[in-house]
């Protein structure tokens, strides 16, 4: 069992930053990736970004390249999502979750249906 908690969410004017944490707990972490999702009001769970907590290998979606970056401190067990230049359409429930890995390089850290345990979720609103 692992669990996941996230925080860090809030209101944002667009243009600003935002970094949200999630902090792991329960098994061993060194064989799980870390994701990050978000879902917005009506669309469908989205893949950012995912980050593997033994050899730090990183995982991005093409739309989220050069705005977020995700990170980790191993000694806190806390993942991190840094969100600069924030626009409306990031207005999100954003969630982190915790996928068993397998297989090296590890496989399918971009599809959510792979990801075993989920936080609560975080809410992020960017006004304009």
């Known amino acids: 069992q692992v669990q996941v908690v996230e925080s860090g969410g809030g209101l944002v004017q667009a243009g600003g930053s935002l970094r949200l944490s999630c902090v792991a707990s329960?098994?061993?972490?060194?064989?799980?990736?870390m994701g990050w999702f978000r879902q917005a009001p009506g669309k469908e769970r989205e893949f950012l970004t995912a980050i593997t907590w033994n050899d730090g290998r990183t995982y991005y979606a093409n739309s989220v390249k050069g705005r977020f970056t995700i990170s980790r401190d191993n000694a806190k067990n806390t993942v991190y999502l840094q969100i600069n230049s924030l626009k409306p359409e990031d207005t999100a429930v954003y969630y982190c979750a915790a996928k068993l890995i397998t297989t090296a390089p590890a496989m399918g850290v971009t599809n959510g249906f792979t990801y075993d345990y989920w936080g609560q979720g975080t809410q992020v609103t960017v006004s304009s």
């Open positions: 329960g098994r061993t972490l060194s064989s799980y990736a």
